[in-house]
């Protein structure tokens, strides 16, 4: 039953729980608190540069021909997710650092790599996917924070919206990495594209020093005490109607257009993703230390939910086309 259990957690989703639980028992105070910050800083520049040097102009310039399916996708990311946040984050009995959270959960871009994995294992449109899901991580870095300025005032605490400090490093720690690292491609995109191992542990260890110092700063603030096992459960079952709203939504939507199926899928998985990679820095950017820790608790629990539902919907795609394929030869 256990095995059967963790069968459901892919490793990272593991390790991120363990950090939440060191951070929980054994949060960084002071001098380590500032050294800890400091290398989840430098892990975020060099992230947003990674990402920059790995995506590929060609790619930039074929998001703007299939226009129909990624202003789909691009209305579904920033317009339909923020309204329905809006919604669910003014539900009644939600904790003020809940509500924030899960508003933010729906301001975040499309997540990249598992928007175009679960795409290929559906046998979807993986060049279309390729393009929405990197040109909503690529607008996500300016569009995010503007979201966050302008619907987050007074929500769950949040008031008067970004700071100057904070637009500086949105730009500082984000986008200057992010373009610098574009503009070397030319030199360095080869390299990085051959260093698959080094771009999983760069993506992966930034993410977790962040959640790490974010949640051990919110521990040390009493996040515990204004975060019951109750807001955990009403997290999780807000996050799962959230997305089963947004996964039907995209399914009807992707039909109602008349996109071919290969169109659809593309819809269906890049329109109901939110990033954690990009949520995670941009939180550590976007609000108080103290507070990072519990914005970011509906971020990771949608993020290990929308994993566990894609991949059943993807592999049923596939089976489906796999029956198809031997009707036709039959």
Known sequence: MIRRILSFFEPFILMLLGTVVLASLLPARGQWAV????????????????????????????GARNWRLHAAVFATTFVVFPLLGIALSNMPGLAAPV???????????????????????????????????????????????????????????QG??????????????????????????????????????????VDRGSILLVVYTAFGAAVVEGLWSRVSGFDLALISIVCT?????????????????????????????????????????MAGVLFPAAQVGAVLLPVMLFHQIQLIACAVI??????????AEGEAIA
């Open 35 to 62: 050294i800890a910050g400091y290398a989840a800083d430098i892990g975020i520049v060099l992230l947003f540069f990674l990402h920059g040097a790995k995506l590929s102009r060609a790619a930039i310039w074929e």
């Open 160 to 201: 008067g919206g970004i700071s100057l400090s904070a637009v500086e490093s949105i730009v500082l720690q984000l986008l200057v990495p992010f373009v610098a690292g574009h503009l070397l491609r030319p030199w360095i995109g080869g390299f990085v594209a051959r260093q698959k191992t080094l771009l999983t542990f």
């Open 99 to 157: 509500a924030s959270g899960l508003l933010f959960l729906t301001l975040l871009p499309s997540t990249v790599q598992s928007s175009i994995a679960f795409t290929a294992i559906a046998r979807g449109n993986v060049a279309a996917a390729v393009c929405s899901a990197s040109f909503s991580n690529l607008i996500g870095i300016i569009l995010t924070p503007a979201l966050v300025a302008l619907l987050m005032q007074g929500v769950g605490g």
């Open 314 to 323: 993807a592999r049923r795609y596939a089976d489906a086309a796999s029956v």
């Open 241 to 281: 109607l959230l997305l089963g709203i947004v996964l039907a939504m995209t399914w009807f939507a992707g039909r109602a257009l008349g996109f071919t199926r290969e169109d659809a899928i593309v819809l269906l998985f890049c329109g109901s993703k939110k990033s954690l990679a990009s949520g995670v820095p």
